[in-house]
C-alpha cells in the first residue's frame, strides 16, 4: 500500500455526485423512478391539502429523516451546518482562529492555552491574559461561547483583542490575523520511574506525526504506556499510520471490505494495509490503556498492536466499533454520515459489536465468540471490541464523594470552575517561578474553607476522604495548567488503578517478552486471590 495514496477513513469525505443532485434538482418524470413519483406526490399533496400545514422544507426534512432512519443504522445521520462546522473540529482539529483555549474564570474570560505556532503565540498572547474586548465590542460580560464566536473567523481576516493582564494599568489591543488552527491530539510527558506517557484523545489528522515527535523525546525511557481510554477514533489512515510507526514492515495493520459503488448486494471489494516504514522503538516494552469509550480508530490501532504481541492491552472492553462510515458532502453546508464498510484486524479479528438504535449493546454469549492465536501464541478472542489482556475496572466514586458532587450541585457551588479557578493561580505562580507542580496544604485548606463559605454543608465537607478527593482533582489540575503531563499522570495513579498497573508492570521488565510474562503472572494471582474492595 502506497501510503500517499490512501483516500479511505474511517470519516471519508466525498462530494454527493453532481448528476444525483441535478436529478433531485430537476425532479422530471423522464429520470424518477415509480417510487420517486409517489413520493414526489406524497409530499406535494401534503404540502397544499393537509389540515396542518407544513412547509416544504419541513417536508423535505421529515423524508430524509425517514430515510436514515430506515437503514438501522445507529452511526448514519445528516448533520447540520453547525453540526458540519462541530464535527470537522472535533474530528481533526481544525478550525479558522487564532489559536487560544479560553475558559470562564472568576467570571473573566481567561486565556487557559495558547497553541504553539499559532496568530496567538505569535504576537504574544499569554497564559492568564483576560479578554476584555473583541474589536469595538466590551467582552467583560460575555460567556466562552461568545467570545469564540467573534474571535473565529474566515482564514486571512482580522480581529483586535483586548487584553487585560497582571502588572499593566489599561487594556492592551493585539491586532491578529486569523490562521488555520491545529489543536494537538498527543500529550505526553516522562513520569516517575522513567515510564513514558503518552495521552492520545482523538485520531484526528496529524495524529501519527505528533506521536511520532512524542518518541524521539520518549524512545529512551524505560518503558511507554499509551493512553486510548475515552478516545472515540477519527480517521483510518492516521489509525495505520500510528500502528506503522510501532510495527515491522510488510506487516499486516487492517484490512476494510466495503460494498462496491452501485453494485449489487453481495459486490464487495476488500483491500488490505500493510505497514511500510521501519518501528521507531522496536524494543520499547508498550502498554495501552483502553476502556468502554476506546472506538474506532482508537481500536484499529491497539488491535493490530495486539495482534503482533507489541502491545499489552490494561482496562476495560472496548467500545467495539468495527464499521467505516463515509461522510459525504451534500449541498448547502450539510453532510451526511452512514455506514459504508468494515474493517478487521491483522489476524482478521471483527471487533464490531452490534448495538440498537440507542447504542445500547445487543444480548451476546461471550463463550460463542471463536479465538485466534498471536505470533506469540496468545490466544485472543475475535469479536466485540477489544478484550484487554488483563482487565482492571476503573476507580469509582465514594458514597461520600457522590454525595459532595450532589450537594454542590443542588446549592449552586461550580465545583469545577472553582477547581479551576483556584488551580489556575497556583499553575500560572509555579510556572512563573520553575517550580514543580504541588499544592500548600495551609492554601488549600482555605479553599475548602471558601466551598463551605459558598454553600456546601461543613459535615458533607468532612465526610470520609471528601479532602483527600478534592486535594486529587486540585493537583493533577494545577499540573494540567502546566502542560506538566508527566506530573500529572503521577498524581492520577492515586485513584487510577489500570495506570497504576501499568506503571508497575513496566517498572519491573526490559523487553515485551517481560512484559507479557508478568502480565500473565499478575492475572493468575488476581485468579487465585479474592478482590479486595475500593472506591
Not at 2 to 30: C, I, K, N, Y
Amino acid at each position: 500500500m502506497r501510503r500517499s495514496t490512501v483516500l479511505l477513513a474511517l470519516f471519508m469525505a466525498f462530494a454527493a455526485p453532481a448528476h444525483a443532485q441535478d436529478r433531485v434538482a430537476r425532479g422530471t418524470t423522464e429520470t424518477r423512478s415509480p417510487e420517486a413519483d409517489v413520493f414526489m406526490s406524497t409530499l406535494n399533496a401534503l404540502s397544499r391539502m393537509s389540515l396542518k400545514a407544513h412547509t416544504d422544507s419541513a417536508l423535505w426534512e421529515a423524508g430524509v429523516q425517514g430515510m436514515i432512519e430506515s437503514l438501522h443504522d445507529p452511526y448514519a445521520e445528516v448533520f447540520t451546518p453547525d453540526e458540519s462546522e462541530a464535527w470537522e473540529e472535533e474530528t481533526t482539529g481544525n478550525y479558522s482562529g487564532i489559536g487560544l483555549q479560553i475558559t470562564l474564570l472568576n467570571n473573566q474570560i481567561t486565556v487557559t492555552a495558547v497553541f504553539r505556532g499559532t496568530p496567538a503565540n505569535d504576537v504574544g498572547l499569554q497564559v492568564g491574559d483576560v479578554i476584555v474586548g473583541v474589536n469595538e465590542h466590551d467582552a467583560t460580560s460575555w460567556n466562552t461561547d461568545m467570545a469564540a464566536d467573534s474571535i473565529r473567523g474566515p482564514v486571512g481576516t482580522s480581529v483586535q483583542v483586548h487584553i487585560k493582564r497582571d502588572g499593566i494599568s489599561t487594556p492592551i489591543p493585539f491586532d491578529i490575523t486569523r490562521a488555520q488552527v491545529h489543536v494537538p491530539a498527543v500529550a505526553y510527558g516522562v513520569m516517575k520511574g522513567d515510564i513514558g506517557y503518552v495521552v492520545l484523545d482523538r485520531v484526528a489528522r496529524n495524529a501519527a506525526q505528533e506521536l511520532d515527535q512524542a518518541l524521539r523525546t520518549l524512545g529512551n525511557t524505560r518503558g511507554l504506556v499509551i493512553d486510548l481510554r475515552r478516545n472515540p477514533g477519527g480517521f483510518l489512515d492516521e489509525s495505520l499510520m500510528l500502528a506503522d510507526i510501532f510495527l515491522k514492515p510488510g506487516s499486516t495493520l487492517a484490512t476494510t471490505s466495503q460494498r462496491v459503488p452501485g453494485g449489487m448486494d453481495d459486490q464487495t471489494t476488500t483491500e488490505t494495509y500493510d505497514d511500510q516504514f521501519p518501528a521507531r522503538v522496536p524494543d520499547l516494552p508498550v502498554v495501552i490503556l483502553v476502556d468502554r469509550y476506546t472506538a474506532s480508530g482508537a481500536e484499529i490501532f491497539a488491535g493490530a498492536l495486539q495482534d503482533y504481541d507489541r502491545a499489552l492491552i490494561l482496562g476495560e472492553r472496548s467500545f467495539g466499533k468495527g464499521l467505516v462510515q463515509t461522510v459525504m458532502t451534500l449541498p448547502h453546508g450539510r453532510r451526511l454520515r452512514f455506514t459504508t464498510g468494515e474493517w478487521r484486524t491483522p489476524l482478521g479479528r471483527s471487533l464490531h459489536r452490534p448495538r440498537d438504535m440507542e447504542m445500547r449493546p445487543l444480548a451476546e454469549d461471550l463463550d460463542t465468540f471463536p479465538h485466534v492465536s498471536t505470533p506469540g501464541g496468545r490466544e485472543l478472542l475475535n469479536g466485540g471490541g477489544i478484550f484487554p489482556d488483563v482487565a482492571i475496572p476503573e476507580d469509582t466514586l465514594t458514597l461520600a464523594e457522590r454525595d459532595l458532587l450532589r450537594v454542590a450541585s443542588e446549592n449552586d457551588v461550580p465545583l469545577g470552575v472553582r477547581l479551576a479557578e483556584f488551580s489556575f493561580s497556583i499553575a500560572k505562580e509555579m510556572k512563573d517561578a520553575n517550580q514543580p507542580p504541588s499544592l500548600d496544604p495551609a492554601r488549600f485548606d482555605r479553599f475548602t474553607d471558601d466551598l463551605v463559605s459558598a454553600g456546601i454543608p461543613r459535615e458533607v465537607m468532612d465526610g470520609p476522604g471528601v479532602r483527600e478527593y478534592l486535594r486529587w482533582r486540585t493537583r493533577m489540575t494545577i499540573a494540567a495548567r502546566m502542560d506538566a503531563i508527566g506530573a500529572e499522570a503521577d498524581f492520577r495513579m492515586e485513584r487510577d488503578p489500570v495506570l497504576t498497573e501499568a506503571v508497575q508492570l513496566l517498572g519491573s521488565v526490559h523487553s515485551q517478552k517481560e512484559l507479557f510474562a508478568a502480565a500473565d503472572a499478575e492475572v493468575a494471582h488476581r485468579s487465585a486471590v479474592p478482590a479486595e474492595g475500593g472506591h
